[in-house]
């Protein structure tokens, strides 16, 4: 099989599009009919029902649909589960099974000319599968001779540098744990994980100014907030339990501002789900909508804080923590100086929004003292991404609002257990004292060189330097950018394994030889040698609890997570004193090794068996930034993105339908924008579309640009839509192919995935 019989793309193929009103309210019945038809038609009824009860139960399995907290403490029957959460879950428990005789009866060339909703479709894989050299078909092997080709393959590179050792954000921390111990004890620190491309910009600006790479809030502050304001996140689609946290922040006299280049429904208002009595009339969620330009919310941050200042100066104190900005903050008088170089009228015209309206927004960040600032990719896939973080941090110190009740940040993570993960070491640039404890416990010599993050090993397999790619989840070449330079990378690799649950287009692109390990899912239960186990995660707010699968496995041949982590370094690693194939009889000794090494998990085996589990310490929420370079919690100096555009250049954001997680594309509707049964569109201003001569349903190519260099896909329809000027978006991964590699986050290296430069090709 050649690489040219292998489409590393979905097909430019037409679902049939049709329309529906856009909304004006998320959730409300329509959420509960959904949820219910993708349960029957993946799970069945019964066994669904049957689920949805345990979800986020406290004994029951985490969500893997969001890391939104679950509350502290009461938790109804049925009630901490959302549409999507469900979505997510059928997704899982599906009934679809991709057998050996799948495989035999389907290529691997036929399966990559499916669109990712049909590979999706076809459901959980059953059985360990090896494609061979030179082969179009995967066949079935066993564990004992994957794990031996796995240890085959990285013991014979000439360094541990060669082999990568990607993370999705699903894996537990026992996981998780163990598979940073075992790429350590290999020799490398080559994990790259999802969070490269999705919070990595939050890390890096929090732990900078504030300390902490994580937020600082935990759920009950939004009953205490004077103030939320959202940036750049969708949460009816994406957190939509996070709807609901709003919505006690509304019942308590609190303000929420949001700030989106599109007016997203879940946003604006809400129909509780699991509110039977507010179903038809839904609450107003969204008080002051800034509809801001792509990647303007810089701009925006320093007009808001330019005209907090002028009425701080006018009446001192008024405005501004004047208490908590000398006692526990560094460098105000160089970020005020900084801020007094900016003029309004220079600043104005990059956010599109009127002065009147920002003034209505500053006026109301006046007069509260208690802001929460919860953010999403909207902020955080830019070049300048991190000075967004930052700017904000800025504004909520001006305001003292952080380390209090009601206040603080909310960097809203994605996958459920992405921030475990890193607790847990899973980082290309590990801290020393991490590593000198992992080498105390585990006697070993840890590697000290920073590894590969996402854009690294993609430049460093395409250039030959990484041979063998291994994917703890995920789906690498859909979540990534720049598709074909990305496939070309991981077909240059000798070997690529997954550890996956479901096919994806991650299987279909691949090295010379290639592994697909199916293993367990969190709805599953997983029992090993002393009997049935939990695993725990660590949710967006720093709770770490259990998460307890009660479903039967679906086929014998799985393996839980942990179990391969153990499979692979035991069969790799011939001179490790550590007992890899012990330790997973139990994962309370997985847990006793953690809390030797890890600060903050002390007693892990009983608190994580206290329903609800435990908070991990966090100095931001504790009022102490003594861990920042200066030791107390530093304004920074950030600058506007300054993007140019040419004539007829737009900038595009990808971002997800409603009907998706990530790139496992549950079905082809996105309910809340009014776009039904397609995926291939752009969504334009309608000013634009005139100056264009665009018209409804137009056919068009799109052409992205990034220093002299052009990207191309084909076929998308025009949409006109409620978007700022020169502002377009589109859906993820199909145009992936256009985000450069190159064309990345300063210092967090995270992909710009939210702006793009392109052009407008009728064809
Ligand atoms: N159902 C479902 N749930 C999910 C996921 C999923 O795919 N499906 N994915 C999970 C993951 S991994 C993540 S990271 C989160 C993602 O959650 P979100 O960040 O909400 O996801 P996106 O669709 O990328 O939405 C980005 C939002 O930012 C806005 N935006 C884009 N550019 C800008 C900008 O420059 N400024 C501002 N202010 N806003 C901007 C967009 O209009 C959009 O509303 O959700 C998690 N939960
Ligand atoms: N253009 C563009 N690109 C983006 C983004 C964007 O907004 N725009 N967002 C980025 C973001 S925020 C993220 S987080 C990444 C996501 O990147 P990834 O995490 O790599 O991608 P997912 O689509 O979440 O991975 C889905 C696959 O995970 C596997 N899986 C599901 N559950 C489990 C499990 O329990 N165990 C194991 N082992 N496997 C499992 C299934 O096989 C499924 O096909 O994508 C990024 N890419
Ligand atoms: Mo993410």
Same mark, same amino acid.
């Given at each position: ?296 919310? $810089?701009?925006?941050?320093?007009? &808001?804080?330019? #005209? !907090? /200042?002028? =009425?701080?100066?006018?009446? %001192? ?68 991404? $991190?000075?967004?973080?930052?700017? &904000?941090?800025? #504004? !909520? /110190?001006? =305001?003292?609002?952080?380390? %209090? ?359």
């Amino acid at each position: 099989m050649k690489n040219e019989d292998i489409n590393t793309q979905p097909p430019e193929e037409f679902t049939g599009i049709k329309f529906t009103k856009i909304p004006k309210t998320a959730a409300g019945i329509k959420a509960i009919k959904s949820t219910f038809n993708h349960i029957t038609e993946e799970v069945g009824l019964v066994k669904g029902i049957g689920l949805l009860s345990k979800i986020n139960q406290k004994e029951g399995f985490d969500c893997p649909g969001c890391a939104w907290p679950d509350p502290d403490e009461k938790r109804a029957f049925l009630s901490e589960y959302c549409e999507n959460g469900a979505k997510a879950i059928a997704e899982e428990a599906t009934k679809n099974r991709v057998s050996p005789l799948f495989f035999a009866t389907h290529s691997v060339s036929e399966l990559s000319k499916m669109s990712d909703y049909e590979i999706g479709k076809k459901g959980r894989i059953t059985h360990p599968m090896l494609l061979k050299e030179g082969s179009d078909y995967y066949e079935e092997t066993s564990w004992k001779n994957a794990f031996e080709m796995i240890s085959v393959s990285l013991n014979s590179l000439p360094s541990p540098d060669e082999a990568i050792f990607y993370t999705s954000g699903r894996t537990s921390n026992e996981a998780a744990f163990l598979y940073q111990l075992f790429v350590r004890q290999f020799g490398t620190n080559n994990l790259p994980d999802c969070s490269n491309m999705c919070h990595e910009s939050s890390g890096v600006g929090l732990s900078e100014t504030l300390g902490i790479g994580k937020g600082s809030v935990t759920l009950d502050d939004f009953n205490h907030a004077d103030l939320v304001i959202v940036m750049g996140q969708n949460p009816g689609t994406n957190h939509p339990r996070m709807l609901s946290a709003l919505k006690d922040t509304k019942k308590n006299g609190g303000k929420i501002i949001a700030i989106n280049p599109l007016p997203e429904v879940g946003l604006m208002n809400f129909k509780d789900p699991q509110n039977p009595l507010k179903w038809f009339s839904g609450d107003k969620l969204t008080d002051i909508f800034l509809q801001v330009k792509i990647n303007g919310d $810089v701009a925006l941050l320093k007009i &808001i804080m330019i #005209l !907090l /200042l002028d =009425k701080e100066n006018k009446d %001192k104190g008024s405005v501004f923590d004047i208490e908590f900005i000398k006692n526990k903050t560094a460098d105000y008088d160089t970020f005020i100086k900084n801020l007094n170089n900016y003029s309004i009228e220079d600043l104005l015209p990059q956010t599109g929004i009127s002065l009147d309206q920002i003034k209505e927004a500053a006026e109301l960040i006046a007069n509260t003292k208690k802001i929460i600032i919860c953010w999403a990719m909207g902020l955080t896939q830019h070049k300048n991404a $991190v000075d967004n973080i930052r700017e &904000i941090v800025n #504004l !909520l /110190l001006l =305001k003292g609002s952080i380390g %209090k009740k009601g206040a603080g940040t909310c960097p809203v993570r994605g996958h459920s257990n992405v921030q475990g993960d890193r607790t847990m070491g899973i980082w290309e640039k590990p801290k020393d004292a991490f590593l000198d404890k992992l080498e105390k416990v585990f006697q070993f010599n840890a590697p000290r060189n920073h590894g590969y993050d996402v854009v690294n090993a993609i430049e460093a397999m395409h250039q030959k330097k990484a041979k063998v790619f291994i994917g703890m989840g995920g789906n690498f070449i859909s979540a990534t950018p720049d598709t074909e330079f990305t496939a070309e990378a991981l077909q240059n690799c000798d070997l690529t394994v997954q550890i996956s649950t479901k096919l994806n287009r991650s299987h279909l692109i691949h090295g010379k030889k290639a592994l697909i390990l199916p293993c367990l899912g969190r709805s599953e239960v997983d029992v090993q040698k002393t009997g049935e186990q939990f695993v725990s995660v660590e949710n967006s707010m720093g709770v770490v609890h259990q998460s307890h699968g009660h479903l039967a496995p679906l086929s014998e041949f799985l393996k839980s997570e942990t179990a391969i982590v153990a499979g692979m370094a035991n069969a790799t690693l011939k001179k490790s004193k550590t007992q890899w194939l012990e330790m997973i009889g139990d994962y309370d000794t997985i847990r006793n090794k953690i809390e030797e090494t890890i600060p903050g998990f002390e007693n892990y085996n009983s608190r994580v068996r206290i329903k609800g589990g435990f908070y991990l310490p966090n100095n931001a929420r504790d009022n102490d930034f003594t861990p920042t370079r200066s030791g107390k919690a530093n304004f920074s100096i950030n600058k506007p993105s300054g993007i140019t555009l040419e004539k007829n250049q737009f900038l595009m954001m990808t971002i997800r339908s409603h009907d998706q997680y990530n790139t496992t594309i549950y079905g082809l509707n996105d309910r809340y924008r009014g776009i039904l049964n397609e995926r291939r569109v752009i969504l334009m201003n309608e000013t634009d579309m005139a100056e264009m001569n665009l018209k409804k349903l137009d056919v068009v190519d799109l052409v992205s640009h990034f220093k002299g260099e052009t990207r191309t896909v084909h076929k998308f329809l025009v949409i006109p839509y409620n978007i700022p000027k020169q502002c377009t978006a589109t859906y993820f991964p199909e145009t992936n192919a256009l985000v450069p590699l190159h064309n990345k986050a300063d210092i967090s290296n995270t992909p710009a995935s939210k702006t793009v430069k392109i052009t407008i090709h009728k064809v």
